[in-house]
């Protein structure tokens, strides 16, 4: 798809995916709308955008990968695999529901289509790095995204597998870091400082992106420029809000971590969500 | 009904007033595990180590070598699983006084689903030496166990919590004692032995069992270990059947502790109710019990089939 038409279709389809997570997480009465608010761009963008895949061949052996290391923010996920056609669009109604295949977190056994079960936070990097040591295996057959929050990086194993990637000269692999400044305690820079990032992940050996994750020409551009890096793995930093779209998530961050709107916080959301992207439109028009 | 992890970070906080070797230690989750109520109120005594569950432990054992009490928690998947060999080898090795006390055991967790869902911390815990486990049943007891562990234990502990509250099962009269199963009704034809959550659906089942002229005994095995074999052994003894019921893996809890007692001294049968060997999922906590079988008509069923066991494998003893 031309550029500036992607780009276009990002835009509509943003206000869409913010009320699915809303009206998803309201439904289910539990979960996460911070973390999923402030990926949803990212996502949106890798599946629209770079990833090489097949809604209805989920399983072909040559699709790019993506694990959503950061577990929890899956309603962001499901939203853009509903609509890419991976399952009926009225099965987001049944997150974290007994028995659905929309588990509170990503599940391998429950949902063709998801790469890797998480949802314990630190592990993603390393399964991904398998999945691009596989693709190198393999004859170079296959990109790896994956995707980690800011918080998440505090664990121990995202540093071993830095290391690791670093080693093995993993170009195929891209770790999106969802930069949104939060975590459940409080901001990321009082519970446990990642700064300075950048100049971590380049002294570990990565090529460093850094970018507004909720602008799409940044996002693309940055999957473009990781996609082109030979010999060692890319990290883009996506500076990211979290809460994005909706005002009183966005300004008390601490409250929206892991609780789910009532149905009148939601419908006050949506109705936001619904006039900001109007606004956009009325300017994108002029 | 007070959830047990408000109980026990309003414990802390009360006990940090008389302690100054209380430390707090917590892994990003302190809002959910209550520490932070112990976090408010002595800030220079709170560390949140961010999400690093390993770091935390393993920090943990360096202050108990100088003579600090830390108290470490976070979710007991990530404070068992994620951090079992620091536990293990920094903690437990050297027999330091640690309290690892973890919030969000078993499947009540409920939304969040298997991932979140620790069913097996209790055999994870259970199997490393010199390291005492405990499950308490509600919130009096949850009290007791926390002022207990760190006043008067000088050793590591580990304490699993669930994320929500229980009904009370004890009277002001309860002393919580380490390695002393709590008798909480009498009973002639099967002993049913519970931890945490499900102590009071085996008293739901006992008395529901009554009604059908079925005599159930009650013990809250909150002591996994050290546990009471002394009871056991007794209610064996008197009733020539138990099952156990727990919040867990029927592989190496309660069950599997219950059944390694009986087994060398007087062996009777045991009916275990628990998670079948399998993960949670997401669910609501209700649901969840519903569907693994954890619930009273499960714990009645299973009465009866222990006493059926008993009746077959000795007819003439019992
Ligand atoms: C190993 C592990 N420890 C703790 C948790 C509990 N937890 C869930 S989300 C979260 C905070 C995550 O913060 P961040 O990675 O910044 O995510 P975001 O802000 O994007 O939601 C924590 C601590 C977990 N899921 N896994």
């Known amino acids: 798809m031309e550029r500036n038409a992607l780009i276009q279709k990002l835009e509509d389809k943003a206000p869409r995916y913010r009320v699915d997570i809303l009206e998803m997480l309201t439904e289910a009465g539990s979960g996460h709308p911070g973390g999923s608010l402030s990926a949803i761009d990212l996502i949106s963008a890798l599946y629209h955008g770079k990833l090489r895949h097949r809604p209805d061949e989920p399983h072909w052996d040559r699709r790019d990968r993506f694990v959503l290391s950061k577990g929890h923010g899956v309603p962001a996920q499901y939203a853009v695999m509903a609509d890419l056609g991976y399952f009926p669009r009225e099965q987001l109604w049944t997150l974290r529901k007994l028995g659905s295949a929309l588990q509170g977190h990503p599940c391998k056994q429950y949902l063709a289509g998801i790469d890797a079960s998480t949802g314990s936070l630190g592990q993603g990097l390393s399964m991904a790095q398998g999945m691009a040591l596989a693709s190198r295996l393999d004859g170079d057959r296959y990109q790896v995204y994956c995707m980690m929050g800011d918080g998440e990086s505090q664990e121990g194993q995202v540093w071993e597998a830095a290391m690791s990637a670093a080693k093995y000269k993993l170009g195929a692999l891209t770790l999106i870091l969802d930069y949104n400044k939060g975590q459940i305690d409080g901001y990321t820079r009082d519970v446990m400082d990642l700064e300075p990032l950048g100049d971590k992940w380049r002294a570990f050996g990565w090529h460093v992106i850094t970018i507004d994750g909720h602008d799409y020409a940044q996002i693309l551009d940055a999957l473009d420029e990781s996609e082109r890096v030979v010999g060692r793995p890319s990290i883009i930093i996506a500076h990211t809000l979290k809460g994005k779209g909706v005002k009183f998530m966005e300004e008390n961050i601490g409250s929206w971590h892991g609780v789910a709107p009532s149905r009148e916080e939601a419908d006050r959301a949506i109705a936001e969500v619904r006039r900001r992207a109007n606004l956009s439109l009325e300017e994108a028009v002029r | ?318």
């Open chain 2, 1 to 318: 009904m007070k959830p047990l992890r408000q109980v026990f970070g309003e414990t802390l906080a009360r006990l940090g007033a008389e302690i100054p070797e209380l430390v707090v230690l917590d892994a990003d989750v302190s809002k959910s595990t209550k520490t932070s109520i112990f976090a408010k109120a002595y800030p220079d005594r709170f560390h949140d180590m961010g999400i690093s569950e390993q770091d935390m432990l393993a920090t943990a054992a360096g202050l108990a070598t100088t003579g600090m009490i830390p108290v470490a928690s976070t979710f007991a998947i990530f404070g068992t699983g994620r951090a079992w060999e620091q536990l293990r080898n920094s903690v437990c090795y050297p027999s330091l006084n640690v309290k690892l006390v973890a919030t969000h055991g078993g499947i009540t967790v409920g939304q969040d689903g298997g991932s979140h869902q620790s069913v097996e911390d209790l055999a994870t815990t259970r199997v490393i030496p010199n390291l005492r486990v405990i499950v308490p049943a509600d919130g009096r007891e949850t009290a007791q166990v926390i002022e207990h562990i760190v006043r008067e234990v000088n050793a590591p502990c580990y304490v699993r919590l669930p994320r929500d509250g229980t009904p009370d099962v004890h009277d002001e009269n309860y002393t919580f004692a380490l390695g002393k199963a709590s008798r909480l009704r009498e009973g002639q034809d099967i002993t049913l032995c519970a931890c945490g959550v499900m102590v009071s659906v085996a008293i739901e089942a006992a008395k529901a069992l009554q009604a059908e002229g079925i005599s159930a005994a009650v013990l809250n095995i909150s002591s996994l270990k050290p546990i009471d074999e002394e009871a056991l052994i007794q209610a064996a003894r008197k009733t020539g059947a138990l099952l156990t019921l727990e919040e867990h893996s029927v592989i190496g809890g309660l069950g599997g502790a219950v059944c390694e007692v009986v087994s060398g001294v007087l062996p009777v049968p045991v009916v275990r109710i628990g998670l079948d060997d399998l993960f949670g999922q997401s669910g609501s906590a209700d649901e969840l019990l519903g569907h693994y079988g954890l619930t009273v008509t499960h714990a009645i069923a299973g009465a009866k089939e222990a006493i059926a066991l008993k009746a077959e494998s000795n007819p003439m003893r019992w």
